[in-house]
């Protein structure tokens, strides 16, 4: 018999997190059947020998070389026999109830699509982790900190009834539940998005496809955020709004995806001259990141 969830982790590098996540899985006592995918993006450290035997009913996918978030997890959807599909990163900790939450909601409307999770910090604070599509006018508002000036760009989810489960846009892929026969129909994530918007895009197909997308706040996860990606700081940064760039010129077209370049060109150098003038002031070596990290982007936006 089939198990009702796959759930699905792609790791690289991240071998005591990866091991907190399985733990958190099986002690957070599913309530539903569910089989656990691991696919590993060529890791250095132990994580396979650890991991499969201390676990060794999941299933290892061991890749020869890292092929991106968006790969990786298609590969485990490909095996997947669930009928529903949780997209766990392993930098997560799962709490109780947090997967038959997402799969109680899921289950209650046959036009829901996919659901995420409620991602808190280890210290309990909220995460901000739905947002509206990215569109020209949204990223040119957050790109200047217009914000607080112009309203309904972002979601004001520090606000939202903890109770109440919402409609959104986009979810991040921390922890996302599928519903694997929407996934048929619109397809897997794109393979072009190397690491992020990779999710992002997927929202937005899901949603012109007519299928609804919701936040559960009973399902709560603990996120420790991007530790595959903190290795390499800069690199990430540029691959960021490189794949912005890509979903922009995939939905937008290219008349839209020029002038969000040209945004980022003049948001860019705002950042690189006001890093400046704080330079001249106090040594910091976030502003230095900063300021390395937007002078990189300025140098590679036209070839993206």
């Known amino acids: 018999m089939n198990p009702e969830i796959t759930i699905i982790i792609v790791s690289y590098n991240v071998q005591v997190l990866l091991q907190k996540c399985i733990d958190s899985i099986f002690a957070s006592k599913i309530r539903s059947s569910f089989e656990i995918i691991v696919v ?11 991991i499969q ?11 020869q070389e890292n092929k991106g978030f968006a790969a990786a997890n298609n590969q485990g959807i490909r095996l997947a026999k669930g ?3 949780w997209l766990l990163n392993p930098d997560t900790e799962v709490t109780p109830e947090a997967l038959d939450s997402l799969k109680h909601v899921i289950e209650g409307d046959s036009l829901i699509g996919a659901c995420g999770s409620k991602l808190i910090n280890q210290d309990g604070s909220l995460q901000i982790s739905c947002y509206p599509f990215p569109t020209l006018g949204r990223e040119f508002v957050r790109m200047f ?6 309203p309904n760009t972002r979601y004001p989810m520090d606000q939202w009834d903890s109770h109440k489960i ?9 922890s996302l539940l599928l519903r694997k026969s929407a996934l048929e129909e619109v397809g897997y994530l794109d393979e072009a998005f190397f690491v992020y918007t990779e999710e992002v895009d997927l ?3 899901l949603k012109k496809a007519g299928w609804k997308i919701y936040w559960v706040p009973n399902s709560i996860i603990v996120h420790h955020g991007g530790q ?11 691959e960021l709004y490189k794949t912005k760039i890509q979903f922009f010129r995939k939905h937008y077209g290219k008349v839209i995806t020029t002038l969000y370049k040209i945004v980022l060109y003049f948001a860019s150098m705002t950042r690189i001259v006001g ?3 704080m330079s001249l002031i106090t040594k910091s070596a976030e502003n230095q990141t900063m300021m390395t990290n937007y002078n990189s982007l300025i140098k590679n936006i036209s070839i993206y």
Do not use: C
């Open 40 to 50: 590993d993006n060529a890791s250095s450290d132990e994580s396979e020998e650890l």
């Open 53 to 63: 035997k201390r676990y060794p009913q999941i299933k290892w996918i061991q890749n």
């Open 83 to 85: 009928a529903y599909i």
């Open 145 to 150: 900190h217009l914000e607080g000036l112009i």
């Open 166 to 174: 919402y409609p959104v846009d986009n979810l991040q892929g921390a």
């Open 203 to 205: 929202n937005y197909r």
């Open 228 to 238: 595959s990606t903190k290795q390499n700081r800069t690199p990430m940064f540029l």
């Open 275 to 277: 890093g400046g003038i």
